[in-house]
């Protein structure tokens, strides 16, 4: 039997609670919702989760990479109705069942929140399917880490009022514990190869309309200048939640301009773009950054137990080379801002501690 080459996919992983970061809550909220091993999503007979997933740290370049490294799970049942029997010549109803667990593996960097994604089998989640678990086990430990911090508080509250304090005391409430920390967001936007772009746009003769819904950035990817910095900057400027632009025309927008505004929208990494036209023969066409993300081939079988810190290793590595040869709309890996490490450094600090917590986490799952 021919051996099946996986392919690794690359995204901008923004998770944001409101205008803070993702490693501004990343030890109450964001890791407890990787590493808890009881959580679960589940509807009908499918089940996703993450296995055996791991805080880990290695070198790249310069500089300590720190990441989430794991497993995706999709644990579901196949069900058989009936097959044809070829010596009889007719269909045979015969119903099987048949548990199938494909998977993907996944390593989110903290230092820069881009997730590799390497689906290990042809069934194996999307990528997209992963982002929709991972918000929604992040929205579950951010309404655990609002609900124990309003209980310690209110304790706290009642302890001081009891004692007669003469502070004057606020009763806590989850409303302000939740403008302190808003309701986290979390998108992954597949990143687009060059070449992908260039050569799928190539297929269109006419573009008939270009949507592009902006999302607003990870704190560290706004540096004062280009596209990015103007569009947030406008938008900060008017007070406005969201950031949408649309162009069309019924007869075509102009061919290079608008090839040209979808490629500097795609390279911006946090831009939802989708865009429309037809063909030379005249056939509909429709493109979004899942048509134009980069695939890298991946030859290496990744079966049975992993030595999860040296697949990290690799992976990222396959990320690193991407942007060194320029096959990613990138420009080479920059340097590590200071506020990021000083956000990393507690965080190294405790991972034995997190890595055991994750091992001893309890039997009994949390379905969502």
């Given amino acids: ?17 409101g205008e803070r970061d ?5 030890q109450e909220v964001v890791l407890p919702a990787f590493l808890d091993r009881q959580m679960q999503r589940k509807y009908d007979t499918t089940t996703y989760f993450f296995h055996r997933v791991r805080l880990v740290t290695f070198k790249a370049g310069d500089y300590p990479v720190v990441a989430i490294a794991g497993r995706f799970v999709k644990d579901t049942v196949l069900t058989r109705s009936q097959y044809f029997d ?54 579950n430990k951010h309404e655990d880490h609002i609900d124990e911090t309003y209980r310690r508080q209110l304790d706290e509250f009642k302890r001081a ?19 302190n920390l808003p309701r986290p967001d979390v998108v992954a ?31 560290d990817e706004i540096d004062g200048e280009g596209f990015i910095s103007m569009v947030f900057g406008e938008k900060s400027l008017l007070g406005a939640k969201d950031t949408n632009i649309y162009f069309g025309s019924d007869n075509g927008l ?39 993300r980069l695939r890298v081939p991946y030859y290496e079988q990744t079966r049975g137990d992993l030595n999860i810190r040296g697949i990290a290793m690799k992976l990222y590595q396959k990320y690193k080379d991407a942007r060194d ?43 969502s």
Wanted: hydrophobic share 35%; charged share 25%.
């Fill in 22 to 26: 993702m490693l501004d809550a990343a």
């Fill in 325 to 367: 040869r320029k096959a990613l709309n990138e420009e080479a890996i920059p340097a590590v801002p200071e506020t990021t490490l000083e956000k990393l450094r507690p965080i190294t600090q405790n991972m034995s501690q997190l890595n055991q917590q994750s091992r001893d986490s309890g039997k009994q799952p949390t379905q």
């Fill in 254 to 292: 102009t061919p290079e301009p608008a090839k040209k505004y979808i490629t500097e929208a795609l390279e911006t990494e946090n831009a939802e773009v989708k865009f429309k036209g037809t063909n030379k023969d005249g056939h509909q066409l429709e493109g979004d950054n899942e048509k134009v």
């Fill in 1 to 17: 039997m021919a051996t099946r080459t996986n392919y690794i996919e690359f995204a901008n992983f923004v998770c944001k609670f």
């Fill in 161 to 179: 009022r009891d004692a007669g304090s003469s502070i004057p005391l606020k009763r806590p409430t989850k409303v302000a514990l939740t403008e």
């Fill in 86 to 139: 070829e010596r009889a010549d007719d269909l045979v109803q015969e119903e099987i069942e048949l548990r199938n667990a494909p998977s993907a593996i996944f390593v989110l960097s903290l230092n820069d929140h881009r997730l590799i994604y390497l689906r290990e089998t042809s069934d194996a989640p999307l990528l997209q399917t992963f982002a929709t678990t991972s918000r929604i086990f992040i929205r």
């Fill in 189 to 219: 936007i597949s990143l687009s190869g060059g070449d992908a772009t260039s050569e799928y746009l190539d297929t269109f003769d006419v573009i008939s309309s270009v949507s592009v819904k902006f999302i607003t950035p990870n704190a």
